[in-house]
Nanobody, 123 residues
Framework: QVQLVESGGGLVQAGGSLRLSCAASGSSFSRYFMGWFRQAPGKDREFVSRINRIGENTYYAESVKGRFVISRDNDKNTVYLQMNSLKPEDTAVYYC????????????????WGQGTQVTVSS
């Protein structure tokens, strides 16, 4: 198993940037595909981005493509989400997630979840 703890959320003005971090502990970090989802108030949790085990392959939701960058450092057991050009519609709780089953945009494939970190973008 793996335990995930997110950090780096906060309040930022539209057009600003934030970098989220997700520290993993427990089982071997490099075994896991890693991802980020988000959930806005009153909405379903939605896929944001994912990265493969060695960090060479990434994928993004259309809504964040070109603005967000996912990366990982397997030596530090950490995955990051650099968020640029933030918009009010990016406001949500952001969740880090992990799976050994291969990457997918489907929430059901992801086995382990952090507690989430709040990102609020003001207009």
């Amino acid at each position: 198993q793996v335990q995930l703890v997110e950090s780096g959320g906060g309040l930022v003005q539209a057009g600003g940037s934030l970098r989220l971090s997700c520290a993993a502990s427990g089982s071997s970090f490099s075994r896991y595909f890693m991802g980020w989802f988000r959930q806005a108030p009153g909405k379903d949790r939605e896929f944001v981005s994912r990265i493969n085990r060695i960090g060479e392959n990434t994928y993004y939701a259309e809504s964040v493509k070109g603005r967000f960058v996912i990366s990982r450092d397997n030596d530090k057991n950490t995955v990051y989400l650099q968020m640029n050009s933030l918009k009010p519609e990016d406001t949500a709780v952001y969740y880090c997630t992990a799976t050994t089953r291969g990457y997918s945009v489907s929430r059901g494939v992801w086995d382990y979840w952090g507690q989430g970190t709040q990102v609020t973008v003001s207009s």
